[in-house]
């Protein structure tokens, strides 16, 4: 099986500022997608960003954007201009995109904003 | 917008009683998914669903199975709850074609006492 590794359980940026989480993820395939997902106190887990692994180009999504490093198998999530709704856990994730359907997720980061 | 329905957001169960968590999905996607959510361990894979009256297990079926008689309808069943299965259970769906995402029901927060 695949595994995703978040190695920052928590962190906290002030508001305005720019963070980066950090994900790593250990696979032999070559062709596979990527998730950013936010989980705000509410509970509902919402997509962030997603990135293809065939695709170059890293995906942005307005504040969002991903820096993928397909041969060192990184995928960090910056948030710029932090606002205090992005308050929130956020979590990894790895799809195959060969056989199987799993997701496969990181074990979280806790993010703090700092008014 | 696809939803994720779970019959339950909170639930306290006792020891010992056969529990069923539910979960719809109106977008009639192929693939469903049900997650436990623990501090520090994120997300584990209990078990999914390809098809209808299909299953697959996860990282961690022990205790638990599932049900799904029609495509829309994925039940996570708790033989005989144990205190060690207190937890949230997420419940997720997905179309059987890539790249697309999860989409995920609000969670039930289960606690056996």
């Known amino acids: 099986a695949q595994t995703v590794t978040q190695s920052q359980p928590e962190m906290s940026v002030q508001e305005a500022e720019t963070v980066t989480l950090s994900c790593t993820y250990d696979t032999s395939e070559s062709d596979y997608y990527l998730f950013w997902y936010k989980q705000p106190p509410s509970r509902q887990m919402i997509l962030v960003i997603r990135q293809e692994a065939y695709k170059q180009q890293n995906a942005t999504e307005n504040r969002f954007s991903v820096n993928f490093q397909k041969a060192a198998k990184s995928f960090s999530l910056k948030i710029s201009d932090s606002q205090l709704g992005d308050a929130a856990m956020y979590f990894c994730a790895y799809r195959s995109a060969g056989t199987g359907n799993q997701f496969y997720f990181g074990t979280g980061t806790s993010l703090t904003v700092i008014p | 917008d696809v939803k994720v329905t779970q019959s339950s957001r909170y639930l306290v169960k006792r020891t010992g009683e056969k529990v069923f968590l539910e979960c719809v999905q109106d977008?009639?996607?192929?693939?469903m998914f049900w997650y436990r959510q623990d501090p520090g361990l994120g997300l584990r894979l209990i078990y999914f669903s390809y098809d209808v009256k299909m299953k697959e297990k996860g990282d961690i079926p022990e205790g638990y199975s599932v049900s799904r008689e029609k495509k829309e309808r994925f039940s996570l069943i708790l033989e005989s709850a144990s205190t060690n299965q207190t937890s949230m259970y997420l419940c997720?769906?997905?179309?059987?074609?890539?790249?697309?995402?999860?989409?995920f029901g609000q969670g039930t927060r289960l606690t056996v006492v």
């Open positions: 997720a769906s997905s179309p059987g074609q890539h790249p697309t995402e999860a989409f």
């Open positions: 977008m009639d996607h192929e693939n």
